[in-house]
């Protein structure tokens, strides 16, 4: 159980063009979604929290504008990247947060497989 | 603002050896820390969680403490294995999971 899926895996776009990436909880509902971007040798960076039927809480340093969140069901959050410029070329990850698991565990945070995207 | 620092950034060990992979975290108040392992180019695996008010939990080869008061948890690897190079990623969460800067591990035959 505790599945999160993204979609798609890979993506290589052209400058200028938008693209949308699709985060799943299989087989559970989750209120909170996360989106996370990670460049090459680093640490993944927090960019957005998703809570559904609201507007997505951006971090500090993140465009709201140029990343859009929607988060319109339980189980899905998508981000879409806007006007894609080559710098956006990065490592997408989402993750789904559920208040108490299987495991009877709080908080506990499953993270889909990534998106790379690439922009050229 | 929570910051998150790990150590040693890299490792190279022969196997068989036991390892220790430290982290430690400005704002202790969290819910839970998780350990995560990433292998390059993929997507996370978890391999731990300690809620807040525990202070260690086990999984095979691998036990991660947690000592909140004064942010600090330790990711121990048991018999080392070349199966286990990766990178090690330590996250607290408060709300939100904030990552560290990793551990890159490499274990050679």
């Known amino acids: 159980g505790a599945v999160v899926s993204q979609h798609p895996s890979w993506v290589i776009c052209k400058s200028g063009t938008s693209v949308k990436i699709e985060c799943r909880s299989l087989d559970f509902q989750a209120t909170t979604m996360f989106w996370y971007r990670q460049f090459p040798k680093q640490s993944l960076m927090l960019m957005a929290t998703s809570n559904e039927g609201s507007k997505a809480t951006y971090e500090q340093g993140v465009e709201k504008d140029k990343f859009l969140i929607n988060h319109a069901s339980l189980t899905l959050s998508t981000l879409t990247v806007t006007s894609a410029h080559p710098e956006d070329s990065s490592f997408y990850i989402c993750?789904?947060?559920?208040?108490?698991?299987?495991?009877?565990?709080?908080?506990?945070?499953?993270f889909g497989p990534g998106t790379r995207l690439t922009v050229t | 603002k929570q910051e998150v620092t790990q150590i040693p950034a890299a490792l190279s060990v022969p196997e068989g050896e036991n390892l220790v992979l430290n982290c430690s975290f400005t704002?202790?108040?969290?819910?839970?820390l998780q350990w995560f392992r990433q292998d390059p180019g993929k997507g996370l695996t978890s391999l731990l969680l300690i809620q807040s008010s525990q202070r260690e939990q086990t999984s095979g080869r691998l036990n991660a403490s947690l000592d909140k008061s004064s942010g600090r948890s330790t990711l121990y690897i048991a018999a080392s294995q070349p199966g286990d190079s990766a990178t090690y990623l330590c996250?607290?969460?408060?709300?939100?999971?904030?990552f560290g800067t990793g551990t890159r591990l490499q274990v050679f035959p």
């Open positions: 704002d202790s108040a969290i819910y839970n």
């Open positions: 996250a607290p969460d408060a709300d939100k999971l904030i």
């Open positions: 993750s789904a947060r559920v208040s108490m698991s299987l495991s009877g565990r709080f908080n506990e945070q499953y």
